[in-house]
Antibody, heavy 119, light 110 residues
Framework: EVQLVESGGGLVQPGGSLRLSCTAS????????MHWIRQDPGKGLVWVSRINGDGSRISYADSVKGRFTISRDNAKNTLYLQMNSLRAEDTGVYYC????????????WGQGTLVTVSS | QSALTQPASVSGSPGQSITISCTGTSSDVGSYNYISWYQQHPGKAPKLMIYEVSNRPSGVPDRFSGSKSGNTASLTITGLQAEDEADYYC??????????FGTGTKVTVL
């Protein structure tokens, strides 16, 4: 059974940092693109970043470029999102999601972890 | 990258058909057939309903279908059921090698 479990969320002050983790199980982690997606409180979904299976191809939304870094450790079946220079507008539930192998779409999602940026 | 435009709400009676539109630009929806649709019930993670415009993952009922014309993609639910009441989001790949979600549509089953 495919499972994705996020962790690392919490309350952080503006300008602070946080690292999110997503631990995967039930599939060959290194064979899949992985994404981070944010849901603003009571609002819609926002795509944040993605990384390919071996970590050689990465892209970011303009709103986080230069502040967030996506990475992965395939030996640990874990995806990361290092978030620096956090702003209030980064607040939300962060989901990790698996990309369909060879196709465009996210077929499995974690339960999400809440990040709150506030003083 | 601006969010794709979806109607805020759509409603229908059980058994009826509804269609949710998702309008973008030539830099996203109009450029690729990489449109996906997600269903989200309150307090739950999104669920993939359609990928690459019209493909249904295994387990998704065939009353869900997708299409695209120009800069607008659509999700149609035929034979609406009570459990279809949820929020729906479209998503497109973009010419900047990023992704953009739609604004979301709340589907109400009357």
């Amino acid at each position: 059974e495919v499972q994705l479990v996020e962790s690392g969320g919490g309350l952080v002050q503006p300008g602070g940092s946080l690292r999110l983790s997503c631990t995967a199980s039930g599939f060959t982690f290194g064979d899949y693109w992985m994404h981070w997606i944010r849901q603003d409180p009571g609002k819609g979904l926002v795509w944040v970043s993605r990384i390919n299976g071996d970590g050689s191809r990465i892209s970011y939304a303009d709103s986080v470029k230069g502040r967030f870094t996506i990475s992965r450790d395939n030996a640990k079946n874990t995806l990361y999102l290092q978030m620096n220079s956090l702003r209030a507008e980064d607040t939300g539930v962060y989901y990790c999601a698996r990309g369909i192998r060879g196709r465009y779409g996210n077929d499995y999602w974690g339960q999400g972890t809440l990040v709150t940026v506030s003083s | 990258q601006s969010a794709l435009t979806q109607p805020a709400s759509v409603s229908g009676s059980p058994g009826q058909s509804i269609t949710i539109s998702c309008t973008g630009t030539s830099s996203d929806v109009g450029s690729y057939n990489y449109i996906s649709w997600y269903q989200q019930h309150p307090g739950k993670a999104p669920k993939l309903m359609i990928y690459e415009v019209s493909n249904r993952p295994s387990g998704v009922p065939d009353r869900f279908s997708g299409s695209k014309s120009g800069n607008t993609a659509s999700l149609t639910i035929t034979g609406l059921q009570a459990e279809d009441e949820a929020d729906y989001y479209c998503r497109s790949y973009t010419t900047s090698s990023t992704f953009v979600f739609g604004t979301g549509t709340k589907v109400t089953v009357l």
